[in-house]
């Protein structure tokens, strides 16, 4: 879809704001068969207790071929007080990498990942309407001869 939807996805209402940071990755260049561990630091910035859905978007770049320009690959709630911070990690597994080709088949396609952690899908109408902005970094998935693609 190349067209912004009017009410992104994970886009609701609060009575509190967050901030997210902090985004690192347990290997930065990753091969097709290990997993991949990305931690980040959620902090409830207003003066109510309240829960947030937290998301992870990715997205594969320098595809030949048409992949999602984002796609949601792990999300949790978690409740935070006023001004309390917690880490939050996600684990991916090797499956959570692929992309789909056009014969339908998941395959490994070497080349930079970008991830984006937040509350809503990383977009600027998710900016406009007021959600907070997403943590955001890169890795690598290389080309792999082992045979244990």
């Given at each position: 879809?190349?067209?912004?939807?009017?009410?992104p996805f994970?886009?609701?209402?609060?009575?509190?704001?967050?901030?997210?940071?902090?985004?690192?990755f347990k290997?930065?260049?990753?091969?097709?068969?290990?997993?991949?561990?990305?931690?980040?630091?959620?902090?409830?910035?207003?003066?109510?207790?309240?829960?947030?859905?937290?998301?992870?978007?990715?997205?594969?770049?320098?595809?030949?071929?048409?992949?999602?320009?984002?796609?949601?690959?792990?999300?949790?709630?978690?409740?935070?007080?006023?001004?309390?911070?917690?880490?939050?990690?996600?684990?991916?597994?090797?499956?959570?990498?692929?992309?789909?080709?056009?014969?339908?088949?998941?395959?490994?396609?070497p080349g930079?990942?970008?991830?984006?952690?937040?509350?809503?899908?990383?977009?600027?109408?998710?900016?406009?309407?007021?959600?907070?902005?997403?943590?955001?970094?890169?890795?690598?998935?290389?080309?792999?001869?082992?045979?244990?693609?």
């Amino acid at each position: 879809m190349e067209h912004v939807p009017l009410f992104p996805f994970g886009f609701g209402l609060s009575y509190t704001s967050f901030h997210y940071s902090n985004l690192n990755f347990k290997k930065q260049t990753l091969k097709p068969y290990e997993k991949q561990t990305i931690l980040f630091r959620v902090t409830n910035n207003g003066t109510v207790t309240a829960d947030e859905v937290v998301q992870l978007y990715l997205s594969h770049q320098n595809v030949p071929f048409r992949v999602p320009s984002m796609e949601l690959i792990r999300y949790c709630r978690i409740t935070l007080e006023p001004g309390e911070s917690k880490e939050v990690s996600f684990n991916l597994l090797p499956e959570d990498l692929m992309v789909i080709n056009m014969e339908g088949e998941k395959q490994w396609y070497p080349g930079y990942i970008h991830v984006f952690a937040g509350g809503a899908l990383p977009t600027e109408r998710s900016l406009e309407l007021g959600a907070a902005q997403p943590a955001t970094g890169s890795f690598i998935l290389v080309p792999d001869s082992s045979e244990r693609q």
